[in-house]
C-alpha cells in the first residue's frame, strides 16, 4: 500500500511540474509577442503536433527541445526547465545554501540512446556539443 500511495505521490508532482513547464513556455513566449508557429518553426518542429503540444502539456519536454527554445527566447536554460527559477537569485548567500554543502555548478547527468543509425549519431553528438557549450558557460 506505501508503494502505491509513493508512486502515486511521484505521478502527482511529474503532472504539477510538466504543468508548470508548459505554462512556463507559454508565459515566456507571450513576453517576447512570438507565436506558437514562429516557436514551432524556431525550433524545427510542426505546429499543432509539436510545439503547441508542448505548451498544451500533451507532450512532454525533451532536453533537447528545451535547449533549442531556450535559444530561439534568447534565455537561460534554467528558465525552460525550472519554471521558478529567479536569475536575480543565481548568487545565493552563504546563509540560504543548503546545510548539506554547496551546490556543484557546472555538472548534469543526461543519458544518449545510440541506436547505430548515423544520423541519430550526428544527432546526439549536437546535443552533446550544446550540453558542453552550456556547462562551460554555466548557464545551467
Known amino acids: 500500500m506505501a508503494k502505491n500511495l509513493n508512486k502515486e505521490m511521484v505521478k502527482k508532482e511529474t503532472d504539477r511540474f510538466n504543468r508548470d513547464v508548459s505554462l512556463n513556455l507559454k508565459r515566456l513566449r507571450e513576453e517576447r509577442n512570438f507565436t506558437q508557429e514562429y516557436m514551432a518553426e524556431c525550433i524545427g518542429k510542426d505546429y499543432s503536433s509539436g510545439y503547441a503540444t508542448l505548451e498544451q502539456g500533451k507532450k512532454?519536454?525533451?532536453?533537447e527541445d528545451a535547449?533549442?527554445?531556450s535559444e530561439c527566447l534568447n534565455v537561460p536554460l534554467m528558465r525552460i526547465l525550472n519554471p521558478s527559477f529567479d536569475p536575480s537569485k543565481e548568487n545565493v548567500s552563504e546563509e540560504e545554501r543548503p546545510l548539506y554543502g554547496k551546490p556543484k555548478k557546472s555538472s548534469m547527468q543526461i543519458s544518449v540512446t545510440l541506436t547505430g543509425d548515423f544520423g541519430d549519431l550526428q544527432k546526439q553528438i549536437r546535443l552533446l556539443e550544446k550540453v558542453n557549450e552550456i556547462l562551460a558557460n554555466d548557464s545551467v
Open 60 to 63: 512532454k519536454l525533451s532536453f
Open 67 to 69: 535547449v533549442k527554445i
